[in-house]
């Protein structure tokens, strides 16, 4: 109903609401996204619908798919649209650099930048319903 009472429930309404379209970064934990990944997703509702949402997961060999399908599934629940194109990080901490920068492979930009071109085409088409 989006009477929300707490400041920061408030302010995490508004931030969520004047997005028309997210990239969540999620690890994988015992085959799931954290814990904090799901709560925030659920201190508010109306503000994420039809919207869509990308991953970028990482983790150990599997880079965080795991994680990322079940995100996908809990999304669908707030009527967002969850895109195919994904980016997976196996085992980041070897891709850091001495300042730990992450160094992206080539892989990595080709996957990021041909979600971010459908996340483009998907929040255009639905904005109407927003």
Known sequence: MQKYEQEHTKAW???VNKADAYVFVIPEYNFCPPPSFT???NYVYN???YKPCGFVSY?????GL???QVAKQLVTTL???????????QMPWEKLDD????????????SAN????????????????R
Request: zero cysteines; a neutral charge; aromatic letters at 6%.
């Open 13 to 15: 309404s508004a931030s």
């Open 66 to 68: 795991r994680s990322a």
């Open 79 to 89: 009527k967002m649209m969850p895109m195919v194109e994904g980016v997976m990080v």
């Open 99 to 110: 300042q730990r920068n992450f160094l992206p492979a080539e892989h990595h930009t080709g």
């Open 59 to 63: 983790g150990g060999v599997s880079g």
């Open 39 to 41: 709560n925030a997703l």
């Open 114 to 129: 041909a979600m971010l071109d459908e996340m483009a085409k998907w929040a255009t088409a639905l904005k109407s319903l």
């Open 47 to 49: 503000e994420w619908n």
